[in-house]
């Protein structure tokens, strides 16, 4: 079975413990989910079919050795689980950016999972597979992007609830227009919560440009 290939993109990671590395971006087509303020749209449905070797040959005319797997959501192709395996095999270092809805089990160890949990004004919430956090470890992280002050506090809840700075390093992320990211700072500061205020850098440097 063929992968379905949004695109391919070089550039420096935005998000995550690994912003600002110059990175291969492998963008599969396809997502279950539809999140109010998503902005890659473009890569529900589309793309052209792709072999894993094809995909490979591609990453390999960049200089990164940082390969994220992103979407859309990546796991909701089956070819997904080898090629993440066969990125790792080629030697390089391999993030998946996956929305939390569907099961991380399977994918390859050496992989960081970049697994997001739906915050309410996301239209996504009842998607949440909770289960996914008995399998993430250190090397993995959670991303909740707020769109409001209840989001934040939920995220709040969820975090103190569920102890999840326990599980693996967490990121709180303000949605683009709909927050602003001085009072999310200061609401983390106010509560004193272990987490990360994260702005997406790719933005600050070149707004929402397609392929960056």
Request: a negative charge; aromatic letters at 6%; hydrophobic letters at 40%.
């Amino acid at each position: 079975m063929a992968l379905r290939l949004t695109e391919i993109f070089y550039s420096l990671q935005g998000e995550a413990s690994r912003a600002g590395l110059p990175t291969v971006f492998v963008r599969l087509t396809g997502c279950p989910l539809r999140c109010t303020w998503c902005d890659t749209t473009y890569s529900f449905s589309g793309g052209e079919p792709a072999s894993i070797e094809s995909v490979l040959a591609e990453v390999g005319k960049y200089p990164a050795r940082q390969v994220c797997v992103t979407g859309g959501e990546p796991l909701s192709q089956k070819e997904c689980l080898p090629l993440l395996t066969a990125l790792c095999d080629a030697g390089y270092e391999v993030s998946l950016e996956t929305s939390g809805a569907l099961d991380v089990t399977n994918v390859d160890a050496r992989v960081a999972r970049i697994m997001d949990l739906k915050a309410p004004d996301s239209g996504e919430s009842a998607k949440n597979r909770w289960e996914n956090l008995a399998v993430l470890n250190r090397c993995d992280e959670i991303k909740i992007v707020i769109a409001s002050r209840s989001d934040y506090e939920w995220a709040r809840d969820v975090l103190r609830e569920r102890q999840l700075a326990q599980i693996c390093p967490i990121l709180f992320s303000p949605a683009q227009g709909l927050i602003e990211p001085q009072s999310l700072a200061e609401w983390i500061l106010q509560d004193g919560l272990e987490v990360r205020l994260q702005l997406q850098l790719h933005k600050l440097l070149w707004g929402n440009m397609q392929g960056k």
